[in-house]
């Protein structure tokens, strides 16, 4: 189910950048006030396309024991290793225990 939702939400793993955000980094968009740095953007970015200064703050911390990844989101985009540490990460942590995918519910 994991692999399903990363191919879905990376269009087959084409895609490590929300494609809704190639113009304009979609500025003004998934802003969270008390955790966004200045200049950097939380769009959707790898396998899951991790979206969010929160969900890149937590997954920093949970991963790498830093906040590297709120200061440079992008390596999300361009570094293989960081889109699956994050996508199997975001899964785990967000997906894996809601009611009904443990039961093979895709979807749920």
């Not at 087959?12 to 966004?36: F, H, I, M, S």
């Not at 709120?70 to 942590?93: E, H, K, L, N």
Request: proline share 3%; net charge negative; glycine share 10%.
């Amino acid at each position: 189910m994991a692999l399903a939702q990363f191919l879905y939400e990376s269009d087959g793993l084409r895609a490590k950048r929300e494609y809704a955000c190639e113009v304009d980094n979609c500025a003004g968009q998934y802003t969270t006030p008390w955790c966004d740095i200045d200049g950097e953007h939380y769009y959707g970015r790898g396998y899951i396309q991790l979206t969010w200064c929160y969900n890149y703050l937590a997954a920093s911390r949970d991963l790498y024991g830093a906040d590297w990844l709120i200061w440079d989101p992008d390596v999300v985009g361009r570094d293989d290793s960081v889109a699956w540490d994050t996508a199997f990460w975001f899964w785990r942590v967000n997906v894996h225990f809601q009611p009904g995918v443990q039961e093979g519910m895709f979807g749920a």
